[in-house]
């Protein structure tokens, strides 16, 4: 979250929490706070999640909150009445007062991200990192924003150091749509002014057809709009309850491109090598005279040199130089160059039959590279996978149920990763037996599912957080909590994962685990 959407956030708060007070505070979720808050008029459960990415703050609807297999936090503040919401100047930190002295701060700062509860001026209590237990209380920053720096490095650098808190989610858009890359700092700030003034006076709460939000308005950020929200809590929701979809769309399309891209270099390398050979055909006829000539003069010796002139019978009177190999005889030579002009003849026919293939093949190449990049929402990838089924499938992108069937599991692709999922109990022994000790192992935990292996090719290192949070979703997917919103799934690297002599099929045993939580994604979508 950016520093502009909480101005606009803390006044939200202010004016629905106010005077009510604290339920409880849980955790149902890895990286989630939920805080259930009572009032007079209305009840509200207020969600804060500090993953990485998705750093969120704002209110849902209330929901009574489980009474077993939660964690309790902050027991200090329940039944207390709320006095204030306040805003740390210049920083993505709001906090609640409370009557008793207490306050509750939650710091929206990446892979920081935290919630506190401070007395006196000193943190007492932490929802995750304990590491700023007794310190002090957050302050506000003295920022001072529209300030040509003497030195940046580009225009993304000069416009964070014009305003550190400037938005960074249309950063790259805003850069292009007004080529601040060609304007020089003083215009960059002057435009940059005016996006601010809009923001802080009339804010937009759009949601783009990327599935991004903002707060800018068509005049300064003209892309086309999905829906306006009312709020800025509600634009929030929106945000965090499509994160994993905007997250995934952007995956799969960024996966596809990778593999067209390289196609379509690999043709257009193709098609340039076979133009040499469309002009090689000019020289066959060459070669063959060559050949002639030689021939016509095998009586005479091998030749000393390494370029030779002979009388040219094509052309009366006059001569023609030709270069020879002084290790051949003359028939040998002529041998050569018959051979050349053969080959240059067989290079031009097999050009003239590939070329309009590979360039038909380049065209729809091209193709759907363009309407791929055109992709906004994740039905619209739907429809284009539908589209190119069988051009994806000559690109091993598509699925091929005949051969699949035959394996002894499932198989997808991502991101450049094989992903096996196991069809049932036998066939999670068999994905067990079969892969290697740095496959990475995944499995929905608690409750019966495939098992789930991510191929690694003997490296060592886990994958990336994206990737391990796809897969995992596959692995949430094949599992009985298919229906759940939200799904713990367990994964390690596969050398501690072993099968107990005698187990049941698809029984095994975890070591050093790690866990995370995950919206289950259907793998074949």
């Not at 506000?140 to 305003?163: C, M, S, W």
């Not at 306006?228 to 399309?253: D, P, W």
């Not at 608690?446 to 957080?465: C, F, Q, T």
Request: charged share 30%; hydrophobic share 35%; proline share 4%.
């Amino acid at each position: 979250m950016n520093y502009y959407e909480l101005i606009y956030l803390q006044k939200e708060f202010k004016n629905k929490l106010t005077d009510c007070w604290v339920e409880r505070a849980i955790t149902p979720f890895k990286n989630q706070l939920e805080i259930f808050i009572a009032g007079d008029k209305k009840s509200f459960r207020l969600i804060f999640n500090a993953s990485s990415g998705n750093e969120t703050l704002f209110l849902d609807a209330y929901n009574p909150p489980k009474k077993s297999n939660t964690i309790h936090f902050f027991d200090q503040i329940y039944g207390v009445p709320i006095l204030d919401i306040e805003l740390i100047k210049h920083d993505r930190i709001i906090s609640i007062v409370f009557s008793n002295e207490y306050r509750l701060w939650f710091k929206l700062f990446g892979n920081k991200a935290n919630v506190l509860l401070s007395k006196e001026g000193e943190i007492i209590s932490s929802f995750k990192d304990q590491g700023d237990i007794g310190q002090k209380i957050p302050e506000g920053k003295n920022t001072a924003l529209f300030q040509i720096p003497e030195h940046y490095k580009g225009t993304r650098d000069l416009v964070t150091k014009l305003n550190p808190m400037f938005p960074r989610t249309n950063l790259a858009e805003l850069i292009r749509i007004h080529h601040w890359e060609s304007k020089s700092p003083e215009e960059v700030c002057s435009e940059l002014q005016k996006i601010m003034e809009q923001i802080e006076t009339q804010p937009a709460f759009r949601v783009l057809n990327s599935g991004l939000v903002t707060m800018i308005d068509e005049q300064f950020l003209p892309v086309a709009t999905k829906v306006n929200k009312q709020s800025i809590n509600e634009l929030v929701q929106y945000r965090f309850k499509n994160y994993a979809k905007t997250r995934r769309l952007q995956q799969r399309k960024k996966g596809y491109e990778k593999v067209l891209t390289q196609k379509i270099k690999r043709l257009e390398s193709s098609l340039r090598n076979l133009e040499k050979a469309e002009k090689g055909l000019e020289k066959s006829g060459l070669y063959e005279k060559y050949g002639h000539l030689l021939m016509a003069h095998s009586h005479k010796p091998a030749p000393q040199v390494s370029l030779i002139s002979i009388d040219d019978f094509y052309k009366e009177g006059q001569q023609v130089q030709i270069p020879v190999d002084s290790t051949l005889t003359m028939v040998e030579n002529a041998e050569r160059y018959y051979e050349k002009s053969a080959n240059s003849k067989a290079s031009y026919e097999e050009a003239k039959h590939r070329v309009p293939i590979l360039k038909e093949r380049l065209d729809k190449l091209l193709k759907m590279q363009g309407e791929l990049l055109e992709i906004e929402y994740y039905d619209q990838l739907n429809d284009w996978q539908k589209k190119f089924r069988f051009d994806l499938e000559s690109l091993n992108l598509g699925k091929k149920k005949n051969k699949e069937q035959n394996l002894p599991f499932h198989t997808v692709e991502l991101n450049g990763y094989q992903i096996w999922i196991g069809k049932n109990a036998k066939s999670n022994d068999k994905l067990i037996q079969l892969s290697h000790k740095e496959d990475v192992w995944m499995h929905a935990r608690g409750v019966p599912g495939s098992h789930l292996i991510i191929r690694m090719k003997n490296n060592k290192n886990m994958p990336d957080a994206l990737l391990i949070d796809q897969a995992a979703s596959y692995a949430a997917f094949n599992s009985k909590a298919k229906g759940s919103k939200l799904v713990p799934v367990i994964f390690t690297k596969k050398k501690y994962v072993r099968k107990p002599k005698g187990a049941a099929p698809g029984a095994v045993t975890v070591q050093k685990e790690q866990v995370t939580i995950v919206e289950p994604a259907d793998p074949t979508e």
